[in-house]
């Protein structure tokens, strides 16, 4: 674990860097193939709508559950002595308990006829039947009233966005991750084949929110890392949002699993313990929205803004000024005879150093040249003007007091 | 440095005072569990929507209103105890009943309330059931009386006010003898209203009349075209009563009042144009009848709510009817009167029915549940975290303790039931309630990390920590309102119960885990980084905690030989 801990200190500095945004290629391409699964897995399979949103009955007893059992409750519920009873679906929940669900039934005529027969069918006491019963017309209004909260909770958290960031491009950002979000939970459920009930509706809604807040942090310390961006020549959009995702890696991932982990608890005693009933429902639509909110900030909603704010036409002459600097520092470099620059740089990111930081239209072609340069040897102090740099035994870059053309690199 | 984190003894003080003081409101309310919803100590839940039946799309608050307590009262009569009706939205009603299986409440509760205006034909007292406290005053001779609206009335005997305390107690239905002579159970084939005040009782109505005891109660169809033989509320008289005369929708309203120069609770009826020709009709000939054919009864749902008798023809739709009403008889009265002539209709959207048995194992998941959320989310920070872990799970006990004391006191308070989709907001709390802590540890690392000294970081991280941890509550706060607002039926518990902790949330990590962690960066185990405080050098990453300028022994200042086996 303390092993864990230096490598979050090294991603805080910057020692450590992965490149989020340089291969957003990749992350889109995979959030492309997930989100393709999960609209294909709508369109195919299906949400299996609870009675709560068709309407229908639905009885539930304990009973020893053999071969046989379906079959012998379907037959008895067939023979209940209901008109027009349709189809009636018996499931066994684990080894102990049946559910039937039918039709609507009438609640005065009907359902003591069916729940008597259930009962005798299991052999326990009528009032051991538990029983839910939704009138058609009902199931149509709860139907209306989850697409209302729907929309009026999208709008909402789109307001909300709005407000806090103040800016057009974060907020798209964000709203698309939301929509990513939407799509891969509900396409997860559909995959799973878990009965969408109002639990689900409120698990898929709760998820917004925490997918609005797992990008309100990153963009947060993207806000921070990006403040006096355009005055000095160090970093483009792109390596300081990267810094920020980074530094906010840790934090993002101890907050997911301690999220996570309860409800895990929940999916795993609502699916193993009940079988049935609105835990599993809510825990398996905060669960997958959880982990895909997390992800989504940081894969999607990071590099999104990164190229959207990469298109205005200041951070272009950044990007070039900052990279015509380092072509500068690098030919000065080359100069002082150096062979190897990236060896004799004891900062040297060990781990995907060589990603290509910038696919930028605007980058120079020196493909060879490694781009650790200014992310890696100046990283956590650089928009940290002010604060002491100077723990000598704290293993970073120093800054260094020589004239330039002194120093020897 | 000591003042910077200003005195966090006097605040963990004052905020161990108010823990304390909530658990003191639940010892004086001597209620020390919380109050559990129908899915987890099993019952039957239904939900009914009103229809107008006009046709229009607007339910009046009020008649929903009315129609609830009529709803409640037939409820009571069940006699199940904690029974609970109230209204939801602008056309639900709900019913709750905990523990009770029968197919009879849902009838009960769904079916309409009639209202009608028969002419009785014979009253006779019965024997109260053994239950029924014996009443001294039998009274049967002690008709209210009915007179023609602002006239005094002629004949100011007492009435049978009803009176709670004389309702006996509910009976289990014991396969009452159906009536000898079938009887119709659909209209159609008997008197219709205008033809009704001619109708005589046959043999057969007088045979079955004799027989009928009020046990029997709803045993005897109430057809509107056919006679009627039903019991007043307290089973002390039964009627035998004509076919409908009025309807009780022709009523268009009813109120209970003084009138100007008297002293006596009256309530006054008004008509519309069908109702006050066919009143003043029937009335015109029950004035000419012998007692007891006098009377005309007021039935709501096979019961007879009032049996005024009639001196004269009442013409213009306007009544009153005198006796002995005090200001609560005449209100209910006219409640009552009000509620036959409403224009609602219920429909059965929704029953939920849970098994005791059901309920005791979705409570013991939901509890399950609970411990290996917080056995994991503690696990991992005291794997993460090491001795802050001490930090988060005495937070985490706090906020459970202040959780379950409010759920307590507000069951006790506003009926606040906690059901299965309430615990699983709570779990999922517990996430949001441990990620203040992730916040503000990660601060303080951070701190830590740009060269501030430890109990700097403490109140410098927590600063920043703060601002974060309030946007975190604020969207979680925001979703359980909305959730709250927007959300369907019991799933309404987990949006409260999501907001609630979200508010016990702020109060801890400002209150408790703040002041805590000042306290804890004072001690030598916390602030001078030791290896298992999760505050190591080694831990946050640095060669060595900026501002300790004690001389550290070896083996915290060289990380590499630090317990790498976690």
Redesign the interface.
């Known amino acids: 674990m303390s092993r864990l801990s230096q490598f979050g200190h090294k991603l805080y500095t910057g020692e450590v860097s992965y490149n989020f945004i340089g291969n957003r290629r990749r992350w889109y391409i995979v959030s492309a193939i997930l989100i393709a699964v999960s609209i294909l897995s709508i369109g195919i399979r299906g949400l299996d709508w609870g009675i709560e949103f068709e309407g229908g009955a639905d009885f539930q007893v304990q009973a020893a559950v053999t071969d046989a059992t379906v079959e012998e409750f379907t037959d008895a519920v067939n023979n209940a002595g209901v008109a027009d009873l349709g189809e009636v679906t018996v499931t066994t929940v684990g080894n102990d308990q049946v559910r039937v669900q039918t039709r609507s039934l009438e609640p005065v005529d009907e359902v003591p006829l069916v729940r008597s027969a259930i009962a005798e069918e299991a052999g326990v006491p009528t009032e051991q039947v538990a029983y839910s019963l939704i009138g058609a017309s009902w199931g149509g209004q709860i139907t209306d009233r989850a697409l209302i909260a729907l929309g009026v909770f999208l709008l909402l958290v789109t307001l909300v966005i709005w407000a806090y960031f103040r800016n057009w491009k974060m907020s798209v950002a964000a709203l698309i991750a939301l929509l990513h979000d939407l799509v891969l939970t509900i396409g997860v459920y559909a995959l799973v084949g878990f009965t969408v009930t109002p639990a689900t509706v409120i698990g898929v809604l709760t998820i917004l929110g925490y997918s609005l807040y797992d990008t309100v942090v990153v963009f947060d310390k993207v806000r921070e890392n990006v403040r006096d961006l355009t005055s000095s020549t160090r970093q483009t959009y792109s390596e300081a949002a990267n810094l920020a995702v980074n530094q906010v890696l840790v934090r993002s991932i101890n907050t997911t699993i301690i999220g996570v982990l309860p409800v895990a608890a929940l999916l795993f005693t609502g699916a193993f313990i009940l079988g049935e009933g609105p835990l599993k429902d809510l825990a398996l639509a905060l669960f997958v929205g959880m982990i895909s909110g997390a992800y989504s900030s940081i894969f999607i909603a990071t590099p999104l803004l990164a190229q959207l704010k990469e298109r205005e036409p200041e951070m272009q002459k950044l990007t070039k000024r900052v990279l015509a600097r380092r072509a500068k520092t690098d030919a000065r470099t080359s100069a002082a005879g150096t062979a190897t620059p990236v060896d004799a740089t004891p900062y040297d990111p060990p781990i995907e150093s060589a990603d290509d930081a910038t696919d930028e239209p605007s980058s120079p072609d020196t493909p060879a040249r490694p781009r650790i340069t200014v992310t890696s040897s100046q990283p956590a102090i650089v928009n940290r003007p002010g604060r002491p740099t100077s723990e000598g035994a704290s293993g970073r870059p120093q800054p260094q007091h020589k004239p330039r053309s002194q120093r020897k690199r | 440095m000591a003042t910077r984190g200003g005195h966090p003894g006097r605040t963990l003080i004052i905020f161990g005072l108010v823990v304390a003081a909530l658990y003191g409101l639940m010892a004086i309310s001597n209620n020390w569990t919380p109050k559990l919803g129908l899915d987890l100590q099993g019952g039957t839940t239904i ?1 009914l ?1 009103a229809q107008n039946t006009d046709g229009t799309g607007q339910i009046d608050p009020n008649s929903l209103e009315l129609a609830r307590t009529i709803i409640q009262s037939r409820v009571d009569s069940l006699g199940v105890g904690e029974t609970e009706v109230t209204t939801s939205g602008d056309r639900q009603i709900i019913v709750s009943v905990p523990n009770v ?1 029968q ?1 009879e409440l ?2 009960l509760v ?1 079916q309409t309330a009639v209202l009608r205006f028969r002419a009785v034909y014979a009253v006779e007292a019965v024997t109260p059931p053994p239950t029924a406290t014996p009443s001294a005053d039998p009274s049967g001779s002690a008709a209210p009386t009915t007179a023609p609206s602002g006239e005094a009335s002629a004949n100011p005997a007492p009435s049978a006010s009803p009176s709670g305390d004389r309702r006996p107690a509910p009976q289990l239905p014991t396969a009452p003898p159906a009536p000898t002579t079938p009887r119709p159970t659909a209209p159609g084939q008997g008197t219709p209203p205008d033809k009704a005040i001619e109708w005589q009782p046959s043999e057969a109505d007088q045979a079955d009349f004799a027989s009928f005891t009020c046990d029997q109660a709803g045993s005897f169809p109430d057809v509107a075209d056919q006679p009627l033989i039903a019991c007043d509320r307290e089973q002390t008289e039964k009627y035998l009563l004509g076919p409908t005369l009025i309807e009780g929708t022709d009523l268009t309203t009813a109120s209970a009042g003084v009138p100007q120069n008297q002293v006596q609770w009256v309530v006054n009826l008004e008509f519309n144009s069908d109702g006050a020709a066919a009143f003043e009709s029937a009335t015109g000939t029950l004035a000419t009848r012998q007692p007891p054919e006098n009377q005309f009864a007021i039935v709501l749902d096979s019961e007879v709510i009032s049996a005024p008798s009639v001196s004269a023809a009442i013409p213009g739709g306007r009544a009153e009817i005198s006796g002995n009403f005090n200001q609560q008889s005449a209100t209910e009265l006219a409640n009552i009167l009000k509620y036959g002539a409403l224009p609602l209709a219920f ?9 005791a ?2 309920g005791g ?2 409570l ?3 509890i ?3 411990i ?3 056995a ?2 503690v696990g ?2 005291f ?2 975290y ?1 001795g802050l872990g001490i930090v988060v799970v005495s937070s985490l006990a706090v906020a459970g303790l202040i959780t379950y004391a409010t759920v307590v006191l507000l069951g006790d308070s506003v009926g606040f039931a906690l059901n ?2 309430g615990i ?1 907001g709570m ?2 709390a ?3 309630t ?2 203040s802590f ?2 503000y540890f ?1 601060r303080i ?2 701190e830590v ?3 501030r000294s430890l109990r700097t970081a403490i109140e410098t991280g927590w600063i920043r920590a703060r601002q ?1 941890i309030l ?2 509550d604020a ?2 706060m ?2 359980a309102i ?2 709250f607002i ?6 309404k518990g ?2 409260f119960t ?1 907001g609630l902790t979200t508010l016990i949330d702020v109060a801890v990590v400002f209150f408790f885990t703040k002041p805590l962690m000042t306290m804890l960066g004072r001690t030598r185990f916390f602030g001078q980084g030791h290896k298992w405080s999760g505050l190591s050098p ?7 905690l ?1 501002g300790t300028r004690t001389r550290r022994p070896a083996p915290t200042a060289t ?1 590499a030989t ?3 086996g ?1």
């Open positions: 939900t929507t299986q197919d849902v009838r769904g429909e059965v959207s929704e029953v939920s029915n849970v098994s048995t059901l194992e979705q013991r998941a939901g399950i549940a609970g290996i959320g917080l994991l989310v991992f920070c794997l993460y090491r299965l989709p699983a779990i999922v517990i996430g949001v441990a990620d992730v916040i990660e690392r951070d990390r740009d060269g974060t946007i975190a969207v979680s925001l979703s909305i959730l927007l959300a369907i039926g019991s799933v987990f949006a999501l080694d831990h946050l990453g640095v060669t060595a900026p990380p630090e317990s790498e976690i």
